[in-house]
Every structure is written in C-alpha cells, then in structure tokens.
C-alpha cells in the first residue's frame, strides 16, 4: 500500500509541476497578446 502511495504522490508531483509550467507559458502567451503598461508590468514583476 505504501509504494502505491508513493507512486501516486510522484504522479502528483509531476502533474503540479507540469501544471505551473503550462501556467506560465500561458502567462506569457496573454502577456505577448496584452502587454501590460510600465507600471503594471512593474507590480508584477515584484510580486514574483
């Protein structure tokens, strides 16, 4: 039971993981097609 646990806590890992890489490249795909003005772009970058 405990290396079935496992496995599925890696499987979750990677999804989590490919999940924020697919997050971001569709953060950056709307800011290509939105471009934020200076100051915005300014929060966003220190929130980061």
């Known amino acids: 039971m405990n290396e079935l646990k496992t496995i599925?806590?890696?499987l979750y890992d990677v999804a989590?993981?490919?999940g924020e890489m697919m997050?971001?490249?569709l953060n950056d795909a709307i800011d290509e097609m939105f471009p934020l003005s200076?100051?915005?772009q300014k929060k966003k970058g220190g929130e980061k």
């Open 16 to 18: 989590v993981s490919l």
């Open 38 to 40: 200076d100051e915005q």
């Open 8 to 10: 599925l806590g890696g």
């Open 23 to 25: 997050g971001n490249k």
